[in-house]
């Protein structure tokens, strides 16, 4: 079962910023954030993950909240070619861990 | 360089047939993942390879499904006795060192009327 709850939808105009919201309230201490993207007839991109301080890479910025309850995926500027489902998953890494368990994750629509 | 690439892109079968989907993963990834993903859901974990052996293969549905590696780079999923219940978009994903950080495929849509 996957172990993150978040919208089933959200809409964004083109130029501004997406926040895309997860609650992960059960997460263990050895347990990661990790947020992918997948468009329309596309796999799954990976975007970023983070364990407890907030992440910034070139696609994305992460922020987690200090008890690492739930966290925030920012797409500072959102264009017609970041609408995609979302996907938060939380997991934990290395060792027998492997596999990601997806959840139906969130359409985000950037509009013109 | 070349991302994880899967084919055919598209198969369409009839129920009771075979088939076989293959996946070339990234040059040098060990790791290689097979998921599917039916309309509306999310990717759900179905065998993870770790060289040429299967590490996990928990998530086959059942024992018409079986994947290979012999090489410990390109894959193929086999499906024996297709059923509809089987159409969905099968996914393969590789990966280097960081085993959740996953690059995936563009899938293969299977249709079986």
């Known amino acids: 079962d996957a172990k993150t709850t978040q919208p089933p939808s959200m809409d964004c105009a083109e130029g501004r910023a997406a926040n895309l919201p997860c609650n992960h309230s059960?997460?263990?201490?050895?347990?990661?954030v990790y947020w992918y993207r997948q468009i329309h007839s596309q796999g799954p991109q990976y975007i970023i993950h983070?364990?407890?301080n907030n992440e910034t890479n070139e696609m994305a910025s992460l922020i987690i909240t200090e008890d690492r309850k739930s966290s925030t995926l920012i797409l500072p500027h959102a264009t017609l070619r970041d609408t995609a489902v979302y996907y938060c998953?939380?997991?934990?890494?290395?060792?027998?861990?492997?596999?990601?368990?997806f959840g139906k994750g969130t359409l985000l629509t950037v509009n013109p | 360089g070349a991302g994880v690439s899967q084919t055919p892109s598209n198969k369409v079968t009839e129920k009771g047939k075979y088939v076989e989907l293959r996946c070339d993963p990234i040059s040098g990834h060990t790791a290689l993942y097979w998921y599917r993903q039916s309309l509306g859901q999310g990717p759900e974990f179905l065998i993870y390879?770790?060289?040429?052996?299967?590490?996990?293969d928990s998530g086959l549905p059942n024992d018409r499904f079986f994947a290979v590696r012999p090489e410990g780079s390109v894959s193929t999923l086999k499906i024996q006795r297709t059923e509809r219940g089987d159409s969905a978009v099968y996914l393969c994903?590789?990966?280097?060192?960081?085993?959740?950080?996953?690059?995936f495929g563009p899938g293969t849509r299977l249709t079986v009327l």
């Open positions: 059960t997460i263990s201490g050895n347990e990661y």
């Open positions: 390879f770790q060289g040429t052996g299967a590490a996990d």
């Open positions: 998953i939380v997991e934990s890494v290395g060792g027998s861990n492997y596999k990601l368990t």
């Open positions: 983070g364990l407890k």
């Open positions: 994903a590789s990966s280097l060192s960081l085993p959740n950080e996953q690059f």
